[in-house]
């Protein structure tokens, strides 16, 4: 009977792991725009809207985990939870893999250095690889891991995971290009 039970509740703790990393994420981003815009007297430049841009967004992905596990959750088709799980899942773990893939690639000389970031072999790069799998990687695994259940327990079919990671490559593809 409790297993029965069990199966038909949310796990939580993916969520609000999100909502407590990623909000204290946004905290300090904010927080350092706020003080340099304060200190600085500086016009804001197109990179600090970039940043304040990708900043609102991660809010929004907080909403997204949250929904999956709370009730007011539930006046958001499931269908549709469903694609965003996936897409924020997989457009946040698109840049780090991506980079793992390609110092993997240099580091066995199946490819040459790039001139880009991701190929950096300094301690920076290092550095920022890390970040990128902190920042990026560990909320994306935590979004596909409730991306996963609520396709669970919604008994939803496979076919809108693959339709809401699309959009989400698509939407971090959009990003990049703005950014650029």
Known sequence: MAGAL??????RWPAYTIAAGIGLFCVVVLGIALGEQVLTDKPMTSDGFVAL????????????????????????PARLLSMALWAVALGQLAYPIA????????????????????????????????????????????????ANDH?????????WAPVGAA???????VLGLLIS
Do not use: H
């Not at 069990?6 to 796990?11: G, K």
């Open 6 to 11: 069990d199966d038909a509740l949310p796990r």
């Open 53 to 76: 841009g990708a900043t609102g967004l991660r809010i929004v992905t907080i909403g997204i985990a949250l929904a999956a596990v709370q009730r007011w959750g539930r006046i958001v």
């Open 99 to 146: 980079e793992t893939v390609v110092k993997a690639a240099i580091l066995l000389t199946l490819m040459e250095p790039v001139d880009k970031g991701i190929s950096n072999m300094t301690p920076v790069g290092w550095f920022n690889f890390a970040a990128a799998w902190l920042v990026w990687g560990v909320p994306g695994c935590l979004f596909a891991i409730l």
């Open 151 to 159: 396709r669970r327990r919604f008994q939803l079919s496979w076919l």
């Open 167 to 173: 959009g989400g490559v698509a939407g971090l593809a």
